[in-house]
Nanobody, 129 residues
Framework: VQLPAFGGGLVQAGGSLRLSCAAS????????VGWFRQAPGKEREFVAA????????HYTDSVKGRFTISRDNAKSTTYLQMNSLKPEDTAVYYC???????????????????????WGQGTLVTVSS
């Protein structure tokens, strides 16, 4: 199973990027997907997540109103639309999948990186001021 992430790059503050994560080689879509990020010298942190059908979404406070997570199960792809980017959004962004998180799982479970069982290799997002 591969979990490549695409769409990172260099953008000016206030700009937008859309990250995508395709779970190739994975059968079915009964898994939650989360996006995490890790800035230089910092720990990996939760950004956003969605349940298997996209009906439930969760965001960290710092990205609410700016980032939107969505998924297209026909393509086994999850997206992270990032608008109004700020220099503090600069990080390597990782997508991850979880088979244990459900529609009824609370936000605090979605933010826990230990509940994800497969991680992608990450894509770098750099926001210049």
């Amino acid at each position: 199973v591969q979990l490549p992430a695409f769409g990172g790059g260099l953008v000016q503050a206030g700009g937008s990027l859309r990250l995508s994560c395709a779970a190739s080689g994975r059968t079915g879509n009964l898994y939650a997907v989360g996006w995490f990020r890790q800035a230089p010298g910092k720990e990996r942190e939760f950004v956003a997540a969605t349940n298997y059908n996209g009906e439930r979404t969760h965001y960290t406070d710092s990205v609410k109103g700016r980032f939107t997570i969505s998924r297209d199960n026909a393509k086994s792809t999850t997206y992270l639309q990032m608008n109004s980017l700020k220099p503090e959004d600069t990080a390597v962004y990782y997508c991850a999948v979880s088979q244990m998180l459900t529609y009824y799982s609370g936000t605090r479970y979605y933010t826990d990186n230990h509940r994800y069982d497969l991680w992608g290799q990450g894509t770098l997002v750099t926001v210049s001021s």
